[in-house]
């Protein structure tokens, strides 16, 4: 069975940091690319930041480059997504995706919720 469980989120002041996690399992993990997705209430769901694999490549919106990073750890099954200097407008419910081509295959987690005020 499938699992990808997000932990991570909660409230945090402007400037500040969150780490996400997503732990997967039920797949190989090193077959998938990674990706965090965000969706704040009444937009869209939009593509955050991936990792590839193998290679570990990474690629961002342009709305958090610099201020966030995307890991993973292939023996651990996880990965991450390092937030700093986090704005009310990152708030959203952040998805962890894992994903391959050929043969497709794409999972999604259930969310964790990221608020930013003060």
């Known amino acids: 069975q499938v699992q990808l469980v997000e932990s991570g989120g909660g409230l945090v002041q402007p400037g500040g940091s969150l780490r996400l996690s997503c732990a997967a399992s039920g797949f190989t993990f090193s077959n998938y690319a990674m990706s965090w997705y965000r969706q704040a209430p009444g937009k869209e769901r939009e593509l955050v930041a991936t990792i590839t694999s193998p290679g570990g490549t990474t690629n961002y919106a342009d709305s958090v480059k610099g201020r966030f990073t995307i890991s993973r750890d292939n023996t651990k099954n996880t990965v991450y997504l390092q937030m700093n200097s986090l704005k009310p407008e990152d708030t959203a419910v952040y998805y962890c995706?894992?994903?391959?081509?050929?043969?497709?295959?794409?999972?999604w987690g259930q969310g964790t919720q990221v608020t930013v005020s003060s």
């Open positions: 995706n894992a994903r391959r081509q050929l043969p497709f295959y794409n999972y």
